[in-house]
């Protein structure tokens, strides 16, 4: 079983849609929990990290963390064209500064 | 503004040729990670230096070596590069302040010919 998994996509979605994008891990010692983007060729970037459990929104991406199922999923509203890239899920233990990455998914939105 | 930057962009070395890529920053942070990467993989870690403490992940091959002689760089030294070593090769900052969020250089491309 791998340690972080996410669903390699790519998942289509229509501009102006919302994209749900989701992963889930097997640490049950994962206490912080953040999303990469990725586009081709590039490296990643931070867009959002959550710590606790619920929903933490960042303008039109929001973060929903439940550590009792072990999930963590990324929502993308009014889905634009440049948001097409590669999502990286990413999870560490507390007081670790080390990450575990998905593989990622890859997200097409479509005109 | 503060970032993380890595020189050369592209590399292309030869077969044993050994390469040395470089990482600098201006954040600050107290933790810098190196990651090779290869398509369609998650990143995968190297080694990392919290503060002047090195630390090797257990399959990172004898073939690659750190260092950090200060707090703003750090190399990655390949010895003798093979075929398989050719990815894109990442470097991470993070600070226990920030909850060890990791922000990434641009990355350096090697190619091994």
């Known amino acids: 079983q791998k340690e972080v998994e996410q669903n390699s996509g790519p998942l289509s979605v229509p501009e102006g849609a919302i994209a749900s994008l989701n992963c889930t891990y097997s640490?049950?010692?994962?206490?912080?929990f953040f999303w990469y983007r990725q586009y081709s060729g590039k490296s990643p970037e931070l867009i959002m990290s959550i710590y606790s459990n619920g929903d933490k929104e960042d303008g039109r991406f929001t973060a929903q963390l439940n550590k009792a199922s072990q999930y963590v999923s990324l929502l993308i509203r009014d889905s634009q064209p440049s948001d097409s890239a590669t999502y990286l899920c990413a999870v560490s233990r507390v007081s670790a500064s080390k990450l575990t990455f998905g593989t990622g998914t890859r997200l097409q939105v479509t005109l | 503004d503060a970032m993380v930057i890595q020189n050369p962009r592209y590399q292309v070395t030869q077969f044993g040729k050994p390469v040395t890529l470089s990482c600098s920053q201006t954040?600050?942070?107290?933790?810098m990670y190196w990651y090779q990467q290869k398509s369609s993989q998650a990143p995968k870690l190297l080694f990392h230096y919290y503060d002047k403490d090195f630390n090797n992940e257990a399959d990172t091959p004898d073939n690659f070596q750190s260092r950090r002689p200060n707090t703003s760089f750090c190399f990655l030294d390949i010895r003798s590069p093979g075929l398989g070593d050719a990815a894109m090769y990442l470097c991470a900052t993070s600070t226990s302040g920030s909850r060890y969020e990791q922000y990434f250089g641009p990355g350096t491309r090697l190619t091994v010919t």
């Open positions: 954040l600050n942070h107290n933790v």
């Open positions: 640490d049950r010692g994962s206490q912080s």
